[in-house]
Structure formats: structure tokens, C-alpha cells
């Protein structure tokens, strides 16, 4: 069964560096999304993708960050710049679009700043 | 804006007994209603999801939940609760617009006795 792929797993950066979190969406798919979950919360959403474009961004979403669809399979968020409250588990995820409205979550990556 | 209310933070349930877990949404318009399982280590699965049409809907696991929309509620349950069943669910509900963002509930972590 097709399923969203994360790398890596786990990533450690210090404060200030620049980290890239990459994501292969199931085939497919057309819409693709960025979510986080900081230890003990919610499950927020960042930012949402479509037709090479941002569809929709929440304000956690600022000018640190940004997305790209560098080729037909991969996906990517990038922070510029860290801050430590930037750790958390980041989770992608795509829907088929036209009418299939459920989005597939990847495994997520846990970022960790120190 | 929309929002997800999960009232229940931790619930214990013992091996064979009928589990149910509360979830209340607000927003605007015919919501687009999903439940997601997240094992420990593990992204979300998808449970189930509702749309349109019979307001009971199944999805795996031996899960199924019902939407009521005059109490704005899309509660999961399940006849008899497995070991493997052990996890932390997520009510969220999508945006009808084109980018569909998802709001998510904050979780309610199922303990499943021996």
C-alpha cells in the first residue's frame, strides 16, 4: 500500500542553523501538508501545498520558514534559522485531491534544537 | 475558525470492554469529520473519515463512529477493545475550502488493561 515517507527520522541541530525536512507524498497526490506537534500539544497545522504553490499558511508559518516541491516526488519544509521552540515532531502528509479529501500522514520527523 | 474538543485526556479500558471516545467540533458549514491513531513511535493512521450520507461510519480496526449534528459530536467507538488498541486517538476536522486544512483535537490516550 502507498504510504508518505519522512527523512530523517530524528534530526539534532543547534539553535540558528538551518535545517531541511524532507517528505515523499504518496504518488498520486496532488495537495501536500506540513503539521507539527510540540511535546504534550496539539497537532498543528503550518502550511498547505498545491499546484507548486502555497494554498494556505497558519502565522506559526513565517518568513523562517518555507516549502518547496524541488522534483515530482520529494517535498520539503525548511527552517532558516532555528529556535529552540522549533522542536518538535513535524509530520507530512498529501490527499489525492478531486474529491478524496483524507490526508495520509507520514511517520514524522522529531527535530530537536539544543 | 474551526475547532475540535477531545473532553477526555487519558481513558482506561479493560481487555474486552466497549471503549468510546467524545469528540466535539465547531465550524461553519457540513463539517469533513476524521478519527487518526497514533501508536507509540508511530505517525497517524487513519481510522476513519466522514463526509456526506449515513451519519454511522465504519473504518478499520473493528471501529466506527457517528456523526450527530445537533450536538456537533463525532464520537468513535469500538464493541470490545483489543491490547493492540493501546494508543492515542485524534478527532480532527477539515476545512471545505480548497486547501483543506486539518484542526486537530488534542488527543485522548486509551490504556487498555489486562
Known amino acids: 500500500e502507498p504510504e508518505v515517507t519522512q527523512t530523517p527520522s530524528h534530526q539534532v541541530t543547534q539553535m540558528g542553523q538551518e535545517v531541511i525536512l524532507r517528505c515523499v507524498p504518496i504518488?498520486?497526490?496532488?495537495?501536500f501538508y506540513w503539521y507539527r506537534q510540540i511535546l504534550g500539544q496539539k497537532v498543528e497545522f503550518l502550511v498547505s501545498f498545491y499546484n507548486n504553490e502555497i494554498s494556505e499558511k497558519s502565522e506559526i508559518f513565517d518568513d523562517q520558514f518555507s516549502v518547496e516541491r524541488p522534483d515530482g516526488s520529494n517535498f520539503t519544509l525548511k527552517i532558516r534559522s532555528t529556535k529552540l521552540e522549533d522542536s518538535a515532531m513535524y509530520f507530512c502528509?498529501?490527499?489525492?485531491?478531486?474529491?478524496?479529501?483524507?490526508?495520509?500522514f507520514g511517520p514524522g520527523t522529531r527535530l530537536t534544537v539544543t | 475558525a474551526q475547532s475540535v474538543t477531545q473532553p477526555d485526556i487519558h481513558i482506561t479500558v479493560s481487555e474486552g470492554a466497549s471503549l468510546e471516545l467524545r469528540c466535539n467540533y465547531s465550524?461553519?458549514?457540513?463539517?469533513?469529520l476524521f478519527w487518526y491513531v497514533q501508536s507509540p513511535g508511530q505517525g497517524l493512521q487513519l481510522l476513519l473519515k466522514?463526509?456526506?450520507?449515513?451519519?454511522l461510519v465504519q473504518g478499520i480496526k473493528g471501529f466506527e463512529a457517528e456523526f450527530k449534528r445537533s450536538q456537533s459530536s463525532f464520537n468513535l467507538r469500538k464493541p470490545s477493545v483489543h491490547w493492540s488498541d493501546a494508543a492515542e486517538y485524534f478527532c480532527a476536522v477539515g476545512a471545505q475550502a480548497a486547501g483543506n486544512k486539518l484542526t486537530f483535537g488534542g488527543g485522548t490516550r486509551v490504556l487498555v488493561k489486562p
Open positions: 466522514y463526509f456526506s450520507g449515513d451519519t
Open positions: 502528509a498529501s490527499r489525492p485531491g478531486l474529491g478524496g479529501w483524507e490526508q495520509y
Open positions: 504518488s498520486n497526490h496532488l495537495y
Open positions: 465550524y461553519g458549514a457540513t463539517p469533513y
